[in-house]
């Protein structure tokens, strides 16, 4: 059975990936690379394919700046994320009929 190996980036020196941010790119690449680890987990070699994810949002890994619950699965407890994960808030564009100060309060 080949392995299938991801090579992802290292975090700055010192510091670490925000767990979160880490899952849902392990999520992104996982599903983007499934058919192929399926393919090699059947040809019957002892070897470890490693590959370089080309995932769309693979360069978003941010670094853990606080331990709390990643919004998005708080039954995991207590982790080291990035306030983006804390907060459970995913960056998104502003629609083009947004306009500052139009909204009513």
């Known amino acids: 059975m080949t392995a299938l ?3 992802l980036p290292l975090p700055p020196d010192g510091e670490e990936w925000c767990s979160g941010c880490v899952m ?3 999520g992104k690449v996982d599903k983007e690379y499934h058919s192929q680890a399926v393919e090699l987990a059947k040809d019957g070699r002892d070897e470890v ?3 370089r994810p080309k995932v769309p ?3 978003r890994l941010r670094v853990a700046v606080v ?3 990643f919004a ?3 039954e995991l407890g207590l ?3 990035c306030w983006t994960c804390a907060a459970g808030m995913a960056p998104v564009a502003q629609s083009s009929l947004a306009r500052p100060g139009l909204a009513r309060g």
């Open 79 to 81: 982790m080291r994320v």
């Open 72 to 74: 998005l699965a708080p």
């Open 24 to 26: 849902l790119l392990r």
């Open 49 to 51: 394919k490693l590959i």
């Open 67 to 69: 331990s709390a619950p």
């Open 57 to 59: 949002g693979a360069g």
């Open 5 to 7: 190996v991801y090579d």
